[in-house]
């Protein structure tokens, strides 16, 4: 599916920018060109159908390049935060058949096939040659492989297959091409917020801006030069935002998500930017999940996460696993199509219900509107 994306959005976006560092720019007919070159490099090394390629990388136009070259040829991607205190561990626990990094964000890794990518361009890992045939359609083939925050432990590393991607892709982006408003990105691209929902941004043409190390300042300065129509950010960027003085931007939308905000935070940025205001939930394994709409009333992201989206279930359950009535505060599980097809390594089984929920670890309950409310939350996202 990526692949197909990839050469569809190059033939209608052409030269759009794609992703946007500040430094560097990549186009749509650029990303497709330059991930068909270092897909047949990653080939010629012996990458094969279901092999990893780590991605340890600085966000920016590499990242994305490297991403779509790996699945061109059936491999997984992973991303690793290059700058996590356990990257090394959690490189150990993906088992990579390669490794793609730049200089000096990672120690010597004595048995792992480490490709360095030195300044500009892709060096000896792109080859000037068409990379293999395209694969046949496959729901259970593994894509990309995502880490959880790891506020309540060690990350986990989430799989998504074509499957749960083409369920956020339709989500996101339905039949439409095009109308992709550009945005900043409020997490790493290795984070499920890009890393999952990378087809839609191609189906939509959105460009997505960047930045080195996420910053109050540069994200609102940025917001302010680009001149984005959306905020997007957790509770915790969007307070920090709001404490940078000056004329805030002229916006039509803030979007708060990755832990409940507070009623308070959210009618100081309703205040503030003078535009709707909505809270989304949702924690990485489920791929999908809640969220107020612009349209709802102002209280709604006050005191909820909102309302299931299409095709999302979602149940709220005592300790023995019995789902409760409206009111009743328990376990908050959610099921989709989009629910990750399991953990790497260590990851822990149980957070599978037998009925295909996955529990989220955080506490809440549905109101008589069919809102989530939530009491506790473990913000695994």
């Not at 905020?231 to 960027?237: A, D, M, V």
Request: charged share 20%; glycine share 12%.
């Amino acid at each position: 599916m990526l692949r197909l994306l990839a050469g569809e959005a190059a033939r209608r976006f052409g030269g759009r920018v794609a992703v946007d560092s500040g430094i560097s720019r990549l186009s749509f007919s650029d990303l497709d060109r330059l991930s068909d070159q270092v897909a047949a490099g990653l080939a010629h090394r012996g990458t094969r159908i279901g092999d990893v390629v780590a991605l340890v990388l600085p966000d920016g136009p590499e990242y994305v390049v490297c991403y779509v070259a790996a699945v061109k040829i059936g491999a997984v991607a992973a991303g690793v935060d290059p700058h996590h205190p356990l990257r090394v561990r959690l490189l150990a626990r993906l088992d990579p058949l390669i490794v793609v990094t730049v200089p000096g964000l990672l120690p010597a890794l004595p048995g792992l096939d480490v490709v360095t990518l030195a300044g500009t361009g892709f060096g000896g890992l792109a080859r000037n040659e068409a990379p293999p045939p395209p694969l046949p359609p496959d729901p259970r083939r593994p894509v990309v492989i995502t880490h959880t925050s790891g506020r309540t432990g060690p990350p986990k590393a989430a799989v998504f297959g074509e499957r749960q991607l083409e369920a956020i892709r339709a989500h996101g982006a339905g039949a439409r091409w095009g109308q992709g408003d550009s945005r900043l990105l409020w997490h790493p691209m290795g984070h499920m917020a890009f890393a999952t929902r990378l087809p839609a941004f191609l189906q939509t043409g959105r460009t997505t801006h960047v930045l080195p190390r996420w910053d109050p300042e540069a994200a609102l300065r940025l917001v302010c030069e680009r001149r984005l129509r959306v905020l997007h950010g957790t509770p915790e960027q969007l307070a920090a935002i709001l404490e940078v003085p000056g004329e805030p931007p002229s916006l039509d939308l803030v979007l708060s998500s990755g832990g409940p905000a507070e009623p308070e935070l959210i009618r100081r940025l309703r205040t503030r930017f003078g535009v709707p205001v909505c809270n989304r939930y949702l924690c990485t394994e489920a791929g999908l999940g809640l969220g107020t709409r612009p349209d709802d009333p102002p209280q709604d992201a006050e005191l909820t996460v909102g309302r299931p989206r299409p095709g999302v279930d979602v149940s709220v359950r005592d300790p023995a696993g019995h789902p409760l009535p409206a009111g009743e505060k328990g376990e908050v599980l959610l099921r989709s199509q989009a629910v990750m097809s399991g953990y790497v390594g260590d990851g822990d089984a149980r957070v599978f219900a037998k009925d295909g929920f996955v529990r989220t670890g955080d506490t809440g309950f549905l109101d008589e509107l069919g809102r989530l409310r939530l009491v506790g939350t473990q913000s695994r996202t």
